[in-house]
Nanobody, 115 residues
Framework: QIQLVESGGGLAQSGEDLRLSCVVS????????MNWYRQAPGKGREWVAG???????MYAQSVKGRFTISRHNAQSTLYLQMNNLQPADTGVYYC?????????WGRGTLVIVSS
């Protein structure tokens, strides 16, 4: 069964840090291109960061320099280290991948950043 399960969200104050995790099962994780998206209240989903391979990372301009995406292939886990959080970072964070033309999403983890 293919599953993506996010964790690590919570309440943070402006300037604090959080680390999100996404455990993936049912795939050969090391072969997958992985991405993080987020959805703020009342808005559409926004791409945050991507990791097409173990050595290649990409970031949205809004998080560049503050967020770091990484992966541990042996543990089939994707991470998002979020530093210096701001209220605009509030939202539900999802990990996602695509396999054989089908997109797979986790259920998300909620991050709330207060000023």
């Amino acid at each position: 069964q293919i599953q993506l399960v996010e964790s690590g969200g919570g309440l943070a104050q402006s300037g604090e840090d959080l680390r999100l995790s996404c455990v993936v099962s049912g795939f050969l994780f090391s072969d997958l291109e992985m991405n993080w998206y987020r959805q703020a209240p009342g808005k559409g989903r926004e791409w945050v960061a991507g990791m097409p391979s173990e050595s290649n990372t990409m970031y949205a301009q809004s998080v560049k320099g503050r967020f770091t995406i990484s992966r541990h292939n042996a543990q089939s886990t994707l991470y998002l280290q979020m530093n210096n959080l701001q209220p605009a970072d509030t939202g539900v964070y999802y990990c996602t991948t695509r396999y054989r033309g089908t997109a797979y999403w986790g259920r998300g983890t909620l991050v709330i950043v207060s000023s």
